[in-house]
């Protein structure tokens, strides 16, 4: 019971499209009462993209986050992630520029080049209403890019706003490329590693590959980081069971998952939180508070934030 479980909500993201699922939230307030809700159902930590409010298209201008971020800290004292991976289509100037602008707690930070493999989808999903849906989703020739010059772009941008990371790490080279910049000195303890499985072009979803990784992360970084675990798809809830049975933080919501078991699409982020909460209370382990992962995760305040 010492040891807390940070549950994160990643809200909407830029992988799944509006066609896919009407729960799937678009609209700046369609955000923020999906982020309340699931800060009210035991997320310590919400992970925000935004979207064009008329066609769904992911949005990383600034200003598409303004009527978001305010309005969610004037309801909730919920831990604000903003993302810097934005899509797999945007350059890292892009990507950086709502985190460089507003300043959060945190951030998320991919650690390394990717093929980016989302086509699969278009044969569950095979009716768009959107032309850009379809030539996202069909893309066979999506890199996602973050160089070492990009991930320390970010790094750099981002040092003096005194942000952490939510560092997501895809195959165990990523582990790897976190290590160097930490022997580098740009990043400290204690990492929030997010360790993401079953998305096509990183590593499977397999038990054992879920060891792996940790085995490798144990090894490259100690005591000095705090594990958490990302199932994509139908393996969100199998890996939060095996994240939250073995000591480790958990990542649910529409962004990474649709649904809430075989057959039945999510109605919410926030109903696959409080499944995530039943998993991590049927283990014998609670829940953290925002103000638990702020200190679990040293990060400055929601008081320090630009909004």
Known sequence: MSNPVIITAAITGAIHTPSMSKALPVRPQEIVDAAVEAAEAGAAIVHLHARDPETGAPDQSPQAFAPILGAIKARSDVVINITTGGAPTMTVEERVQPAQHWQPELASLNMGSMNFGLFGMLNRFPELTHQWEEDYLGNHDIIFRNTFRDIRYILETLKDAGTRFEFECYDTAHLYNLAHFRDQGLVTGPLFIQTVFGLLGGIGPHPNDVAHMKRTADRLFGDEYRWSVLGAGRHQMPLAALSAAQGGNIRVGLEDSLWLEKGVMAPSSA?????????????????????????????????????
């Open 271 to 307: 109903a696959q939180v409080a499944r995530a909460r039943m998993i991590v209370e049927g283990v014998g382990r609670r829940i953290a508070a925002p103000d638990e992962a702020r200190t679990i995760l040293a990060l400055k305040g929601g008081d320090k934030t630009a909004f």
